[in-house]
């Protein structure tokens, strides 16, 4: 991904400012389809991402929505047995083509976990640098990036007296908005997100959910969630995954999430938003 | 909240250890952790207690020169140049082990597919369970010739550098094939040490720098070794501790000369303080020269504990953050 495409879709926006601007795709799969070995776990997933808006994953334990988003950042790739059909888009530009750094769009396309994960050996400094130093990426004034992204992801204020602790003394709350701050550090166009808050207290839950809010500004994001409440705050769209027994997973129903909590068309997702599943 | 501040607190370690059967546990274990205190403190005292009459004798040069005549009134007795040669094996050693096991753990861990990763870890396993005296004698009659032509070669070529200088044209009993076969011993506890603690790094760890697009070296460099650090240089040490130590493989290779070999690798002749009491031992002369062993001895261990609270002095200091 060269840093002229980049320029060209902010150039695009900043142009036109018709409501169809606001829709402009930042990340499409088409047709995607997922094995582990011979074993099928998504089908013809087809799905796009508009700039800057928020996506919520719901669907049942094990119909593959951790593996869907693992394919668009190409972390996919890296499990034993992984192979994927279709293709995935980003900025218009097929992120499997052969002539693609997959460190390029792992930066782009930035990924948060279910489980906190900060290094522990490092300061909460140093974590929140991580991202530009194992990438090599260079930025300069660290302090400033420092501040800003731990501003962004709602920590700043809790650990500015104590930046050079280890970030493994923090809460898992803070652990896990420590980890939205490294993955903002490497400015990335899109986050991942995988059940972030399941680890966590309603309060830590609803700081990161604000914080998730505050993001979508600048940052096209896509969260898997158990959570429906959570889907409802923070997602404008919202798809349904399903796997029926011995078969792979597939979307059922996507759209607004209004509609998807309110108005939806299959009776499948009306029985899973209203809990009623299984 | 005054009220709280002046209430009596209660010792609750006293009541944690309650249970009965905990107690009776709980001695037994203090007893068996102490027990292996007390064999250490009793072979340290045993051979300490044959050492001072050694050094009345010889003074402090026991330890400063390099002598080994029996016949003399008084015998002299120095074994300078058997600690650090000693010293010189197990540094040889390091240097070829070390890179060797991290890269084979390295490529176990994260490399190899599955079947080859447990293929290579019995194998290493099997390695860790030849007898040192077959590896001796492997050394003495395969080794030998073999690494005759290395050393020539790295003579040839980087003779320049002093380490690798031969003046005496011999390259047999060198350093360099002592230090080699000490490495081959090292490598299976190296390895199968770190590669276990590599295998140790947390998944979330690889995955969150995976998603921040670094390479496996980088992921190698910042996450891995890091979070293993500890781990890592302890089988190091647990490799070092056999190498200088070990006695009878480098007894087959290893030409001992009472002179020290400073850095002359691969010229002929070094030192070592266990080789040193095996090949003594056999044509012992009387009891003042296996008092001389024994205070040899003594001052392996002396060496080797230091060698141990080095280890973990560096464990500790590399422990610290990463900013
Ligand atoms: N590394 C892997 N190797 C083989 N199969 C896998 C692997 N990871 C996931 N699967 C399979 O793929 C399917 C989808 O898994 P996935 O983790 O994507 O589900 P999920 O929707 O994220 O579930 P959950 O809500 O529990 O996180 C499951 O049937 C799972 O068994
Ligand atoms: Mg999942």
Same mark, same amino acid.
């Given at each position: 991904?060269?840093?002229?495409?980049?320029?060209?879709?902010d150039?695009?926006?900043?142009?036109?400012?018709?409501?169809?601007?606001? /829709?402009?795709?930042?990340?499409?799969?088409?047709?995607v389809?997922?094995?582990?070995?011979?074993?099928? &776990?998504?089908?013809? &997933?087809?799905?796009?991402?508009?700039?800057?808006? &928020?996506?919520?994953?719901?669907? #049942?334990?094990?119909c593959?929505k951790?593996?869907?988003?693992?394919?668009?950042?190409?972390?996919?790739?890296?499990l034993?047995?992984?192979?994927?059909?279709?293709?995935?888009l980003?900025?218009?530009?097929?992120?499997?083509?052969r002539d693609?750094? #997959?460190?390029?769009?792992?930066?782009?396309i930035?990924?948060?976990?279910?489980?906190p994960? #900060?290094?522990?050996?490092?300061t909460?400094?140093?974590?929140?640098?991580?991202g530009?130093k194992?990438?090599?990426?260079?930025?300069?004034?660290?302090?400033?990036?420092?501040?800003?992204?731990?501003?962004?992801a709602?920590?700043?204020?809790?650990?500015k007296?104590r930046?050079?602790?280890?970030?493994?003394e923090?809460?898992?709350?803070?652990?896990?908005?420590l980890v939205? /701050?490294?993955?903002?550090?490497?400015?990335?166009?899109?986050?991942?997100?995988?059940?972030?808050?399941?680890?966590?207290?309603?309060?830590?839950?609803?700081?990161?959910?604000?914080?998730?809010?505050q993001?979508?500004?600048?940052v096209?994001?896509?969260?898997? !969630?158990?959570n429906?409440?959570?889907?409802?705050?923070v997602?404008?769209? !919202?798809?349904?995954?399903?796997?029926?027994?011995?078969?792979?997973?597939?979307?059922i129903?996507?759209?607004?999430?209004?509609?998807?909590?309110g108005?939806?068309?299959?009776?499948? !997702?009306?029985?899973?938003?209203?809990?009623?599943?299984? | 909240?005054?009220?709280?501040?002046?209430?009596?607190?209660?010792?609750?370690?006293?009541?944690?250890?309650?249970h009965?059967?905990?107690?009776?546990?709980?001695?037994?274990?203090?007893?068996?952790?102490?027990?292996?205190?007390?064999?250490?403190?009793?072979i340290?005292?045993?051979?300490?207690?044959?050492?001072?009459?050694?050094l009345?004798t010889?003074?402090?040069?026991?330890?400063?020169?390099t002598a080994?005549d029996?016949?003399?009134?008084?015998?002299?007795?120095?074994?300078?140049?058997?600690?650090?040669?000693s010293?010189?094996?197990?540094v040889?050693?390091?240097?070829?082990?070390?890179?060797?096991?991290?890269?084979?753990?390295?490529?176990?861990v994260?490399?190899?597919?599955?079947?080859?990763?447990?293929?290579?870890?019995?194998?290493i396993?099997?390695?860790?369970?030849?007898?040192?005296?077959i590896?001796?004698?492997w050394?003495?009659?395969?080794?030998n010739?073999?690494?005759?032509?290395?050393?020539?070669?790295?003579?040839?070529?980087?003779?320049?550098?002093p380490?690798?200088?031969?003046?005496?044209g011999?390259?047999?009993?060198?350093?360099?094939?002592?230090g080699f076969?000490?490495?081959?011993?090292?490598?299976?506890?190296?390895?199968s040490?770190?590669?276990?603690?590599l295998?140790?790094?947390?998944?979330d760890?690889v995955?969150?720098?995976?998603?921040?697009g670094?390479?496996m @070296?980088?992921m190698?460099?910042?996450?891995?070794l890091?979070?293993?650090?500890?781990?890592?240089?302890?089988g190091?040490?647990?490799g070092?501790?056999?190498?200088?130590?070990?006695?009878?493989?480098v007894f087959f290779?290893?030409k001992?000369?009472?002179?020290?070999? @400073?850095?002359?690798?691969?010229?002929?002749g070094?030192?070592?303080?266990?080789?040193l009491?095996?090949?003594?031992?056999?044509?012992?002369?009387?009891?003042?020269?296996?008092q001389?062993?024994?205070?040899?001895?003594?001052?392996?261990f002396?060496?080797?504990?230091?060698?141990?609270?080095?280890?973990?002095?560096?464990?500790?200091?590399?422990?610290?953050?990463?900013?």
């Amino acid at each position: 991904m060269s840093t002229a495409e980049f320029e060209s879709v902010d150039v695009l926006e900043s142009e036109i400012t018709t409501p169809a601007a606001a /829709a402009t795709t930042e990340l499409e799969a088409r047709n995607v389809s997922v094995w582990f070995g011979q074993r099928k &776990v998504l089908e013809g &997933v087809n799905m796009s991402f508009p700039k800057n808006s &928020v996506t919520a994953l719901i669907g #049942p334990s094990g119909c593959g929505k951790s593996t869907f988003i693992r394919t668009l950042n190409r972390l996919h790739e890296l499990l034993p047995g992984a192979a994927l059909a279709g293709e995935i888009l980003y900025e218009g530009r097929d992120i499997y083509s052969r002539d693609v750094d #997959p460190v390029h769009i792992r930066l782009a396309i930035g990924m948060v976990f279910q489980k906190p994960n #900060p290094f522990p050996s490092m300061t909460i400094r140093g974590n929140v640098l991580s991202g530009l130093k194992l990438s090599g990426m260079k930025r300069s004034n660290h302090d400033d990036i420092v501040e800003e992204t731990l501003t962004a992801a709602g920590l700043w204020t809790e650990v500015k007296d104590r930046l050079d602790r280890a970030g493994g003394e923090l809460s898992g709350g803070q652990q896990q908005r420590l980890v939205i /701050a490294r993955a903002l550090a490497v400015q990335p166009h899109v986050l991942l997100m995988d059940e972030p808050c399941s680890a966590l207290d309603p309060a830590s839950t609803l700081k990161i959910e604000e914080t998730i809010r505050q993001l979508s500004k600048e940052v096209t994001i896509i969260i898997v !969630t158990h959570n429906m409440q959570q889907a409802v705050r923070v997602a404008d769209n !919202t798809a349904f995954f399903l796997a029926a027994e011995n078969e792979p997973g597939r979307v059922i129903e996507q759209g607004a999430t209004t509609e998807i909590f309110g108005n939806p068309q299959d009776e499948r !997702t009306l029985d899973y938003v209203n809990g009623r599943f299984g | 909240m005054a009220d709280l501040d002046v209430q009596e607190r209660r010792n609750l370690s006293a009541s944690a250890t309650a249970h009965r059967g905990d107690r009776i546990f709980n001695r037994t274990i203090t007893t068996a952790a102490f027990s292996a205190l007390f064999v250490l403190a009793g072979i340290a005292i045993f051979l300490g207690a044959q050492t001072i009459p050694v050094l009345q004798t010889q003074g402090l040069s026991f330890l400063t020169t390099t002598a080994w005549d029996i016949n003399t009134d008084p015998p002299t007795a120095g074994i300078w140049g058997m600690l650090y040669g000693s010293v010189l094996l197990a540094v040889v050693a390091l240097v070829i082990a070390v890179p060797a096991s991290l890269m084979m753990s390295i490529f176990m861990v994260f490399l190899a597919p599955k079947k080859l990763a447990s293929m290579l870890t019995n194998l290493i396993d099997l390695m860790a369970a030849i007898p040192s005296v077959i590896l001796g004698l492997w050394a003495f009659y395969v080794l030998n010739p073999t690494a005759e032509v290395w050393q020539q070669l790295l003579n040839q070529y980087l003779g320049w550098i002093p380490i690798f200088q031969n003046a005496s044209g011999n390259f047999l009993g060198t350093p360099f094939i002592a230090g080699f076969v000490l490495a081959i011993m090292m490598i299976p506890i190296v390895t199968s040490v770190t590669r276990e603690v590599l295998s140790r790094t947390p998944p979330d760890l690889v995955n969150a720098s995976e998603a921040l697009g670094c390479s496996m @070296w980088t992921m190698l460099r910042y996450v891995a070794l890091p979070y293993g650090r500890g781990g890592i240089v302890g089988g190091i040490m647990l490799g070092l501790g056999r190498a200088l130590g070990e006695t009878i493989a480098v007894f087959f290779v290893l030409k001992i000369v009472f002179d020290t070999n @400073w850095y002359n690798i691969i010229e002929s002749g070094g030192g070592s303080v266990a080789t040193l009491i095996v090949s003594r031992f056999g044509e012992i002369s009387g009891p003042y020269e296996l008092q001389l062993l024994l205070a040899s001895g003594f001052f392996l261990f002396i060496m080797t504990l230091i060698v141990n609270v080095l280890a973990n002095l560096i464990v500790n200091r590399t422990g610290r953050l990463q900013k």
